[in-house]
């Protein structure tokens, strides 16, 4: 490793608390201060633009390792989350990767999406340990990258339920977590023969499912590889036409979702005559994504749809 590479620092940073040693060794060889205690929805960053690194904390990672968010005292638990590498780094980068790789030569060595509400060009590229991930983001108008992203591995989230948090909110997820269950889209092996036995009998409720078999989590690694797309764009509101999503979906057949009713307001029941109404749409869009009539604004396969089959 030389002066200016801090590659082998930051791969020990990452996951780790912010008042964890391999964090302090970082910021004092990017020769900045250390970090700050971030809050849940808002990151903290340390960065030197004459190395080429810019590195952040959160205090919530979408990585089950690391929910949910928790408070030590006073602060909120904060860790090394993400970083931004860019050209000028001098440091060793992911395996395959070079600055100097146009889109052709990225294409074929990586697999190439378009994400983002910005519509990016990005390459995932392959992890630099366990635990962790990269992407490159183009710069369409020069064809060479942009810069990496480096973080600890997350999932897309389409349902969270937050300790504490008052379950009636989450009736609507739980219908679709339930007709996730029942069709095939989770994953193989995500309920036990019990458990999914005691869904389609109705013997517990599709709140009860999300809530408790599920863990309160419906999330990317919980359903099968070739729906994940479909369901974080229907369930995140991310879905071109806008009105083919889960929310709008909502609304329509049952007034609103219960997260956003007035105090007072009567909420929708944890009930399957209720989850009888809405699972009819929920098919619908599903058909209506595979035959391509709705599509996702941010995440478009660009290599050989090789992520449609995989299960």
């Excluded at 801090?6 to 040693?21: C, E, F, S, W, Y």
């Excluded at 990269?134 to 989230?157: F, N, Y």
């Excluded at 389409?158 to 889209?185: Q, R």
């Excluded at 409720?205 to 919980?222: C, F, I, Y």
Aim: net charge neutral; proline share 5%; charged share 30%.
């Amino acid at each position: 490793m030389t002066a200016t590479d801090l590659t082998a620092l930051l791969l020990d940073a990452l996951g780790q608390r912010i008042d964890d040693p391999a964090a302090a060794r970082l910021a004092q060889a990017m020769g900045v201060k250390p970090f700050k205690n971030a809050t849940p929805g808002n990151s903290v960053h340390i960065g030197n633009r004459k190395l080429g690194l810019e590195v952040a904390a959160t205090a919530q990672i979408v990585n089950r390792a690391y929910f949910p968010p928790r408070k030590d005292g006073r602060r909120w638990v904060s860790w090394v989350s993400h970083a931004f590498v860019y050209p000028n780094y001098r440091g060793s980068l992911p395996a395959g990767f070079d600055w100097s790789l146009d889109d052709a030569a990225l294409r074929a060595r990586f697999r190439r999406r378009v994400e983002g509400g910005l519509e990016e060009v990005r390459y995932a590229l392959l992890p630099p340990r366990e635990g962790l991930e990269a992407k490159a983001t183009l710069d369409q108008d020069r064809d060479r990258p942009l810069h990496l992203l480096i973080r600890v591995a997350e999932e897309s989230d389409y349902a969270t339920i937050y300790p504490g948090g008052d379950p009636a909110h989450s009736v609507e997820d739980g219908f679709f977590a339930a007709w996730c269950a029942l069709n095939d889209v989770l994953r193989a092996g995500r309920l036990d023969a019990d458990a999914l036995a005691a869904l389609r009998e109705r013997r517990t409720t599709p709140l009860g499912l999300l809530s408790g078999t599920l863990g309160g989590l419906l999330w990317q690694d919980d359903v099968r590889p070739r729906h994940a797309s479909f369901c974080h764009a229907y369930a995140k509101r991310l879905m071109a036409p806008d009105a083919a999503s889960a929310l709008h979906d909502v609304r329509e057949l049952f007034g609103d979702a219960n997260y956003w009713r007035k105090a007072g307001e009567a909420m929708t029941e944890d009930s399957w005559e209720n989850f009888d109404r809405i699972a009819p749409r929920y098919s619908q869009r599903l058909a209506q994504w595979q035959r391509g009539e709705i599509r996702s604004t941010v995440d478009r396969s660009q290599r050989d749809g090789a992520d449609a089959d995989r299960d």
